[in-house]
């Protein structure tokens, strides 16, 4: 059984979320996407009313993501504790349109400062592209979130 791949884990309340359920994320239901921080939600965009919608997901080659994040997450502290701002992650990153012409950007805290996995990302990038025109995908995904994210970490 799988909780993760790439940037996409299970939820705590039913579903997959975009990034990191602990901090900012993309909730991904039947209806609609939403923009959260934990306990609460901030945006909503339903997928019928999306007439596009681009993902960036930032993806490595390298191995060793435990050592490269301690690296990261050590370095970063340096910086900041000498006043040299705060470092940018490659932070993951919805941009959408509305039927209306409305824009938004949303973006969620990846799991790595690093990147994920190349052939995470791989399989991810796709089946997300697929959500938005693909009911029947959303409705497996609402009826069994688990099934859909093994099924995804079978294809990597």
């Known amino acids: 059984m799988t909780d993760r ?3 996409l884990e299970l939820a705590p ?3 997959l979320a ?4 602990n901090g900012m994320h993309i909730l ?5 996407l939403l923009w959260r921080e934990p306990g609460q939600e901030h945006d909503a965009l339903d997928w019928d009313e999306l007439t596009t919608i ?3 997901v930032p993806s490595r080659r390298v191995g060793l993501i435990r050592l490269a994040d301690a690296v990261v997450a050590v370095a970063s502290s340096a910086l900041d504790a000498v006043g040299v701002g705060p470092r940018d992650p490659a932070l993951l990153r919805l ?3 509305t039927l209306t012409g409305d824009e938004a950007e949303w973006t969620a805290t990846p799991h790595h400062a690093i990147g994920y996995p190349a052939a995470d990302v791989d399989v ?7 959500l938005h025109h693909d009911t029947a995908l959303r409705a497996r995904l609402a009826i069994d979130p688990r099934a859909t ?6 294809r990597r």
Not at 18 to 21: F, I, K
Not at 124 to 130: A, Q, S
């Open 54 to 56: 681009e993902w960036v």
């Open 28 to 32: 991904l239901t039947r209806e609609e």
């Open 149 to 154: 994210l093994d099924e995804l970490g079978r």
């Open 124 to 130: 991810v990038l796709p089946f997300l592209d697929r």
């Open 18 to 21: 975009v990034g990191d359920p």
């Open 5 to 7: 791949v790439g940037p």
């Open 13 to 15: 309340d039913h579903g």
């Open 95 to 97: 941009r959408a349109t």
